[in-house]
């Protein structure tokens, strides 16, 4: 495929089509231009999911962006994803890093405090080498579309400082969660369980108790809080194992 010349093309028509304008969202000219055959399907094939996607959206900036419920954003960087796999070329054999970087919402305060600082680029690199950049670019999108099963730690964490979750305030959140849950009675509590249709993503009273009762309702679980509250490892039962298990965020 001559990459230049379907450029060229393109710049010729009075109306690009679609297709050509969510291309020309995704990537600066310079880069277009210096694309390969491969990456420019791959690039097509983003292009496409993006446009079926419910949870990423593409800035003026060519990132593809991820909303946490108002608290924090995931952004992607593709130009800048795409640069770095161009310059560590001779490393083909190694996964790619992926650019990748946590930005606070300024409106989000915790308890009425100052919002969190953005926690800028995070370290990422992908699980899998050998495909053009692009399909990394895209498979993050489909990445999020499920939810980020098994988010690494790396981005969780930052995630995390980004929406106000310290983990003072996810021992205390909590802490109080196990006290409320105790009081249940078994019927009471199972029937709290099932007024969920979905885990709240918000770091609530609600989503604390939620994740107490479900607990404590699971007998191979419920060992887990089988202990004086101030020795239980909260930040387990939030973002360790348990909840990963379930494809949490």
Known sequence: MDVKGVISERRDN????????????LVPE???????????RGLGWLSQILEESSMCRVDDKHNIVVDFNGEA???FDIPATIKCHWNSINMED??????????????????GGPSA?????????????GMPITDHCASFV?????????????????????RGYTQQFVRDLYSYAFSEVSRMRWREMFS????????PGKLTLDRAKLDIATIMADPEKRGLLEAD?????????????????????
């Open 73 to 75: 954003e995931l952004v």
């Open 30 to 40: 310079d880069i277009l231009e210096e694309m390969s055959p491969a990456e420019m």
């Open 142 to 162: 489909l990445w999020a579309e499920h939810g980020f099963y098994q988010m690494p730690r790396t981005i969780r964490e930052s995630l995390d400082r980004a």
């Open 229 to 249: 509250s101030k020795e239980i490892d909260w930040d387990l039962i939030y973002s360790g194992d348990y909840y990963e298990s379930r494809g949490g965020t």
């Open 14 to 25: 009075e109306k690009p089509t679609k297709k050509d304008l969510a291309i020309d969202k």
């Open 117 to 129: 600082p953005s926690e800028g680029r995070v370290c990422v690199n992908s699980m899998t080498s």
């Open 192 to 199: 709290f369980c099932e007024s969920f249709p979905v885990v």
């Open 94 to 111: 190694q996964p790619p890093a992926l650019a990748i970087s946590v930005r606070a919402i300024p409106s989000f305060t915790v308890f």
